[in-house]
Every structure is written in structure tokens, then in C-alpha cells.
């Protein structure tokens, strides 16, 4: 599997291990199964996936401060 099919931006821990890696250029320690292969940009992929899930999340009214948007 590919980090790109890996990552999911609705896992908490996969989201600050990604906060981890923008604020320090590498990822947590241990955090990335040793059979999971990067692919040519990864990191754009993984950033648009965290998108996303944040536009769902905000037309789903989950985050607070936002109210649903039909």
C-alpha cells in the first residue's frame, strides 16, 4: 500500500503525526508502517485529502463555530 491510499485525515493520530512532519520536516518516529511506500507527490495528495475532509466536516456542521451550509 501506498502512503497516499494510507493516510486517513479522519484518524486523529494520522493528522498530528502530519502537524508533526509541517512543523519538523520528518515524520513521528514509527509512525509509518514499514511496508507503506511513498509515491511521487505524496505530499500534495495527503494535503488535499486533509482538505477534504475538513470541507465535509464544516458542510456536516461538525466544527464548531460553523453552522451547516446547504
Known amino acids: 500500500m501506498n502512503i497516499t491510499e ?3 485525515p479522519y ?3 494520522h493528522v498530528i503525526a502530519y502537524k508533526y512532519l509541517r512543523d519538523n520536516g520528518v515524520w513521528p518516529g514509527g509512525f509509518l508502517p514499514a511496508d507503506v ?3 511521487n507527490f505524496w505530499n500534495i495528495i ?3 485529502k486533509i482538505a477534504d475532509a475538513w470541507v ?3 458542510l456536516a456542521g461538525h466544527v464548531v463555530g460553523m453552522l ?3
Open 6 to 8: 494510507w493516510f486517513d
Open 11 to 13: 484518524n486523529v493520530e
Open 37 to 39: 511506500e511513498r509515491r
Open 46 to 48: 495527503i494535503k488535499n
Open 56 to 58: 465535509e466536516q464544516v
Open 68 to 70: 451547516p451550509i446547504e
